[in-house]
């Protein structure tokens, strides 16, 4: 049988508190992991790419 698949997540905020509180909340999940994250909009496609990630919690309204 097949592992199940793992989501790779990157978390893209300015705000420690919420990228602690997202990553405390993908632990907690089996099929789900956080590959990175960064804190400026300039940062957010290189980690993307280098990370290989499958979803992006991605803050609009950030630096950069």
């Known amino acids: 049988m097949n592992p199940t698949p793992v989501i790779r997540v990157v978390i893209a ?30 940062e957010v496609l290189p980690l993307i790419t280098a990370a290989q990630a499958n979803v992006v919690l991605l803050d609009l309204s950030m630096p950069g």
């Open 13 to 42: 905020d300015d705000h420690k508190l919420v990228r602690n509180a997202l990553r405390s909340e993908i632990a907690r999940e089996t099929d789900m992991q956080t590959v990175g994250e960064c804190t400026t909009g300039d």
